[in-house]
């Protein structure tokens, strides 16, 4: 071969490997850099924001529900005439135009520039054919029944790790509602169109789980309604109403006035977030000589005929005189008067003959001190001390409701014991769970405990009923219908002393008594008219008492 | 043995042709289909949304304050009282 061939023939060799080894180079050396870069440009990975399940009453009406909202964001590189756009979005979504020429003054590809907007703006939006401008969407909580039980549902906010549920059902029952977050992978072409082969490969996504209350919406409403009337009537600072089912522990409705808007709950003030019926402790007074005198009857210590040998005059006990809520005091009066004229003396001598360490023992049985642990978040409790932190004077304040501290929901859960045979439930507002497979998890009633006996119980309930029938609050009872209840008219402690011209007025009580369908405290706070429970809660409660009946169609049987 | 070879090449000609023709074609179908695709989404998600819209105006429809309120303004008043019917007496006493 002659020299020019042997040159040919080398040089196209030496072209051959080069060509091979930088084929070799891009293909296996550099496969996976350049297998990603390609999956970086033809795939999208989209991140599927789970819908949060939603809060409906027992008829499965969407208490709390979603509504669709828009993010209205901007290309600032798009847009040539930045004040004009400005001008125009400012104008539209009714915001400051300053903070609107900020975001598009940004060097950025995408500014957000409003959240939380409706569809009809975004409609506005679009006809202004504004450059530059897109829209993605969104879902935010809705509430169809205005700022109706904001207490209970409690409201969502966003905080870094994005959305979360704060206070009442919303805060409890988070992590159920608020679902599993998941990717969607989708292969677009060159110009950005959907492939078929491989769409919308949805990964791990899974919507929260939908709670269905307890909570009766016409029960509610009408609660809701008569405590703001009451409340405004007696000229009080506030109210709380809670119905409970005392066979189930099921709660019926539960409200407080004053409220907040869940919808825009940063316009209220902090302390309006907390529910009080579960998170506020007050001294519940006369109320609260229902689980006293129960306990006295449940131990034989006393019996409805007993008569009370200190009644005839006040009595003094550590210094301290303690005397009636009128000063008027009945000689020789039997348990059953004792409950009827609300008599301090003669629950002082009930628990004189119970004994404190007794005493004790049946409040702690009746949930007195500990958390109810009703699905709501926020429930307090204060630990009742040991006996041998009592003295003499607590131990005698103790037996008409003075000097210890309850929460609402632990004086009506304790209460409602009496209407069910002695049993105790445990309340709860959340009746069954759904889950986005259709499955259904079912929320069953627990007793938490006997504290008396069904005896007792029965007693007690026909002593209650006397007290409404024959006490200061039988003006106010609807007629024809057994009522077992008692007033309460607690004074409010401030700076060691009680204040004389502020209370805690309260009634507490079931309907019908012979098979009860529901059990109800009514508080309210600081009336000025009348500082009674009788003249303020107690009416309150038979006006919510005379709708329930007749919206469960029960009859008269008087 | 000339003419079975040629007719041979001549059959695996045109099947490759053939196929070659097919690929492209079913290619070219398919092609297209991402725009399909999308307008396909865009209207389920057009759809989507006004289902959520109508849910909303539903829900405020059904909500007890606003039928509240449309019942005091078409003339509905609160029952203040309730007659109560008492027991009736028995048709025969007994002696």
Redesign the interface.
């Known amino acids: 071969m002659t020299a020019r061939l042997r040159f040919t023939f080398i040089f196209i060799i030496f072209c051959f490997f080069g060509i091979t080894s930088r084929l070799f180079y891009w293909q296996v050396v550099k496969a996976e850099d350049l297998s990603r870069l390609g999956q970086s440009q033809y795939d999208t990975f989209i991140k599927l924001t789970p819908k949060r399940g939603e809060i409906k009453t027992s008829d499965r009406?969407?208490l709390v529900?979603?509504?669709?909202s828009f993010l209205v964001f901007a290309n600032p590189k798009e847009i040539k005439d930045k004040k004009k756009t400005a001008d125009t979005l400012s104008s539209i979504l009714h915001t400051d135009i300053a903070s609107v020429s900020g975001f598009l003054s940004l060097d950025r590809f995408w500014v957000p520039i409003k959240s939380g907007v409706d569809?009809a703006t975004k409609q506005t939006i679009e006809q202004a054919k504004v450059d530059g401008v897109g829209f993605e969407?969104q879902s935010i909580r809705?509430y169809?029944?205005?700022s109706?039980s904001a207490h209970l549902t409690g409201f969502v906010g966003e905080d870094d790790g994005g959305f979360k549920g704060y206070f009442g059902l919303e805060g409890y029952y988070d992590r159920q509602l608020r679902g599993k977050a998941g990717i969607a992978v989708q292969i677009?072409?060159a110009l950005g169109?959907?492939?078929?082969s491989k769409?919308n490969d949805k990964t791990g996504v899974i919507d929260g789980r939908n709670l269905v209350l307890s909570i009766d919406?016409?029960v509610q409403?009408t609660a809701e309604k008569r405590l703001k009337d009451g409340v405004e009537k007696y000229q009080a600072a506030g109210g709380m109403v809670g119905i409970m089912d005392p066979k189930t522990g099921n709660i019926l409705a539960m409200v407080s006035y004053p409220s907040f808007d869940q919808q825009e709950f940063w316009k209220f003030d902090e302390g309006l977030y907390k529910n009080p019926f579960i998170s506020n402790l007050y001294e519940p007074g006369s109320t609260f000589k229902s689980m006293v005198m129960a306990a006295g009857i449940d131990s034989s210590v006393v019996k409805p005929e007993t008569k009370c040998p200190i009644c005839a005059k006040s009595i003094s006990i550590g210094g301290y005189e303690i005397r009636t809520w009128n000063d008027r005091y009945y000689p020789n009066s039997t348990m059953v008067d004792v409950i009827k004229h609300s008599d301090n003396i003669g629950m002082v001598y009930v628990g004189s003959q119970l004994g404190i360490n007794r005493l004790l023992s049946y409040l702690h049985k009746f949930g007195i001190g500990a958390q109810t642990g009703i699905d709501l978040q926020g429930e307090v409790a204060q630990e009742l001390r040991g006996a041998d932190r009592w003295y003499p004077l607590d131990a005698a304040t103790l037996t008409f409701g003075q000097g210890i501290s309850v929460t609402p929901i632990q004086l009506l859960d304790a209460f409602s014991a009496i209407a069910n045979d002695g049993k105790r439930m445990e309340p709860h507002v959340v009746a069954k769970i759904e889950t986005p497979d259709d499955q259904t998890i079912l929320i069953p009633p627990k007793v938490l405990e006997q504290p008396i006996s069904p005896t007792t119980a029965k007693v007690m309930t026909e002593i209650l009923v006397n007290a409404v029938s024959n006490g200061e609050a039988k003006w106010a009872k609807?007629?024809?219908y057994r009522i077992a209840g008692k007033t309460g008219t607690a004074q409010i402690p401030i700076a060691g002393h009680y204040d004389p011209n502020k209370t805690i007025a309260s009634f507490i009580g079931f309907a019908p008594a012979d098979n009860p369908k529901f059990a109800m405290l009514v508080i309210v706070d600081r009336p000025t008219t009348s500082i009674y429970g009788s003249e303020t809660a107690a009416p309150i409660f038979f006006d919510i008492a005379?709708d329930l009946l007749?919206y469960y169609s029960i009859s008269?049987t008087e | 043995m000339r003419k079975k070879s040629t007719v041979f090449m001549a059959i695996v000609i045109a099947s490759v042709v053939v196929f070659s023709i097919g690929q492209v074609a079913v290619a070219n179908s398919l092609s297209t289909t991402g725009i399909t695709l999308s307008k396909i989404e865009k209207e389920i998600n057009a759809y989507s949304l006004e289902n959520s819209l109508l849910k909303e105006k539903l829900l405020v429809k059904e909500s007890l304050q606003y039928i509240a309120s449309e019942a005091a303004t078409i003339g509905f008043a609160e029952v203040k009282s309730q007659i109560i019917i008492g027991s009736s007496l028995p048709i025969a006493i007994k002696p």
């Open positions: 009406f969407s529900a979603n509504k669709v569809n969407q809705f169809p029944e205005g109706m677009k072409d169109r959907p492939i078929l769409m919406r016409v409403f609807p007629k024809g005379k007749t008269p």
